[in-house]
T-cell receptor
Framework: SQQGEEDPQALSIQEGENATMNCSYK?????LQWYRQNSGRGLVHLIL?????REKHSGRLRVTLDTSKKSSSLLITASRAADTASYFC???????????FGKGTMLLVSP | DAGVTQSPTHLIKTRGQQVTLRCSPK?????VSWYQQALGQGPQFIFQ???????QRGNFPDRFSGHQFPNYSSELNVNALLLGDSALYLC?????????????FGPGTRLLVL
């Protein structure tokens, strides 16, 4: 079964705006990762945040992790039309080495 | 350097048939994981192979089986196909010695069961 839930399920914004997606998970984790999927094809790894980290940046991406609330957020700044995709959070539970995905957020960035 | 490759890209089968999907991991990667992604859902973990052994398994019936070869490539076999097996099947590989933190995904095989 899927561990996490993303919120919102779908998000529509204009180019240049920021997009924020949230993710919740259920068990203790080693790390949490965000992936992007274009048009139902393979997933691309975006960023990883470890359980002892609270915030991480990579280019236009900012990820936060709150282990007390079992939640994470992904912020994409200055969105571009090319950011249109589905975004998934995935966690690796403590003691395991496999990913547990949420249901994803569909992001539409209009020119 | 080639990434993760999967074959075939698309497949149509009928109920009750058997199917074999193939995956070649990224160069230098020794661990292969398989995921099933139904339409509109996130991927669900099927199983993971390391050193030619199934190391971990998700909540999937025995109709789903796999194999890993000495060159680290892998196959996913599904027997007695059901309509509900229609999905995108994703293979992911991860490098040696990183505790499988980051997984690299192939483009997937889209299976349609009629």
């Amino acid at each position: 079964s899927q561990q996490g839930e993303e919120d919102p399920q779908a998000l529509s914004i204009q180019e240049g705006e920021n997009a924020t997606m949230n993710c919740s998970y259920k068990t203790s984790i080693n790390n949490l990762q965000w992936y992007r999927q274009n048009s139902g094809r393979g997933l691309v790894h975006l960023i990883l945040i470890r359980s002892n980290e609270r915030e991480k940046h990579s280019g236009r991406l900012r990820v936060t992790l709150d282990t007390s609330k079992k939640s994470s957020s992904l912020l994409i700044t200055a969105s571009r039309a090319a950011d249109t995709a589905s975004y998934f959070c995935a966690s690796i539970a403590s003691g395991y080495s496999t990913l547990t995905f949420g249901k994803g957020t569909m992001l539409l960035v209009s020119p | 350097d080639a990434g993760v490759t999967q074959s075939p890209t698309h497949l149509i089968k009928t109920r009750g048939q058997q199917v074999t999907l193939r995956c070649s991991p990224k160069s230098g990667h020794d661990t292969v994981s398989w995921y099933q992604q139904a339409l509109g859902q996130g991927p669900q973990f099927i199983f993971q192979y390391y050193e030619e052994e199934e190391r971990q398994r998700g909540n999937f019936p025995d109709r789903f089986s796999g194999h890993q070869f000495p060159n680290y490539s892998s196959e996913l076999n599904v027997n007695a196909l059901l309509l509900g097996d229609s999905a995108l099947y994703l293979c992911a590989s991860s490098p040696v010695g990183t505790e499988q933190e980051t997984q690299y995904f192939g483009p997937g095989t889209r299976l349609l069961v009629l």
